[in-house]
């Protein structure tokens, strides 16, 4: 496969050297976009194949092309706005539809994204990627039972598949059962062993338990493996705060403060640990910023609001994989 690679990044080459000295030379742009994505230099693939899909829009090895160089480069939304075109008859590569359902869900046109995973679980009922990625689908679509259900078929082919569990644990939070998701994240970290979102959801989910002490470990863990994990600290701070170690909470908030000095909720825990510290006038001086960064929050909540009116009148409101033709 390198081998293949190597000779398709010397044509790549040869094709922009090629470009140099005659741009208009017949089917440039289409042959040097093909080499470039097989050599996988997406990046370097994306000119050429936009220049050749404005040229013939209804070159549909082109557009593939180009859209699964916009998934490679993390473009989801550019990947989803090439493919639309198919939308009235969908090609069967699995790749492609891959590429697109997951670009629908990553800019959360989730109930599009799930008509492509149907469509890629027709042809792949097999593959647990698939039945992972519709459940995450379906969780945007607060189909919690649909979601449990795809997840849990994603396990019953790949016990081991990275992800799922974590996803199952976030589906519990949402419906408030702590006790599943806590399970969900433990589960998940057999798998993942350390990985700092795991780890602090499983702080999330024994804080909300009402095992401060037990959360806060957690969260300790998910700050050594990633120093600058804002909400972490943030959630540390509370912890500590329920288990009474005031000193602890409020050098855990001013760590959160500092990462995200924008964040309201930071604030306000502060103002009660400064308070249970006797720092009266620090408490006060944090009360005021939590009340005027709501106020900041909800005024440009109404004028998102009111920005969005002519379009609400008008009605109109994670993975990578490596593909080879």
């Known amino acids: 496969m390198r081998a293949k690679a190597a000779k398709f990044r010397e044509a790549a080459e040869y094709f922009q050297q090629a470009a140099v000295w005659k741009p208009d030379l017949a089917g440039l742009d289409r042959n040097w976009g093909f080499a470039a994505f097989r050599a996988e230099l997406y990046s370097e693939a994306i000119p050429p194949l936009e220049r050749q899909l404005t040229a013939s829009p209804q070159d549909a090895f082109v557009r593939q092309l180009l859209g699964l160089s916009y998934f490679m480069t993390d473009n989801f939304a550019k990947t989803a706005e090439v493919f639309r075109l198919f939308l009235q008859d969908p090609p069967d590569d699995p790749g492609l539809l891959y590429a697109w359902g997951t670009s629908l869900v990553r800019i959360r046109q989730t109930e599009s994204a799930m008509g492509i995973f149907r469509r890629l679980l027709e042809q792949n009922a097999d593959n647990p990627a698939v039945h992972l990625l519709l459940g995450q689908a379906y969780a945007q679509q607060d189909q919690f039972g649909d979601s449990l259900k795809e997840l849990q078929n994603a396990l019953k082919i790949n016990p081991q598949l990275p992800e799922a569990h974590y996803y199952e644990g976030l589906v519990y939070l949402r419906q408030s059962d702590f006790d599943s998701a806590a399970r969900e994240f433990r589960d998940e970290l057999e798998i993942r062993p350390g990985d700092p979102v795991t780890t602090y959801h499983l702080g999330f989910a024994l804080l909300f338990k009402g095992e401060a002490a037990a959360a806060a470990a957690r969260f300790r863990d998910a700050i050594k493996a990633r120093p600058e994990y804002e909400l972490a600290h943030f959630e540390l701070g509370r912890a500590l705060l329920q288990t009474g170690d005031v000193t602890g909470a409020i050098a855990s908030l001013e760590a959160a403060r500092k990462l995200a000095p924008d964040r309201d909720a930071t604030y306000y825990q502060l103002s009660q640990a400064y308070r249970r510290a006797g720092r009266t006038e620090?408490?006060?001086?944090?009360?005021?910023?939590?009340?005027?960064?709501?106020?900041?929050?909800?005024?440009?909540?109404?004028?998102?609001?009111?920005?969005?009116?002519?379009?609400?009148?008008?009605?109109?409101?994670?993975?990578?994989?490596?593909?080879?033709?």
Do not use: H
Request: without cysteine; charged residues 35%; glycine residues 4%.
């Open 282 to 325: 620090d408490g006060r001086v944090a009360l005021t910023t939590y009340q005027k960064l709501m106020e900041q929050s909800r005024l440009k909540k109404r004028e998102s609001l009111e920005s969005a009116k002519p379009l609400m009148a008008r009605g109109i409101f994670l993975r990578r994989i490596r593909i080879f033709y």
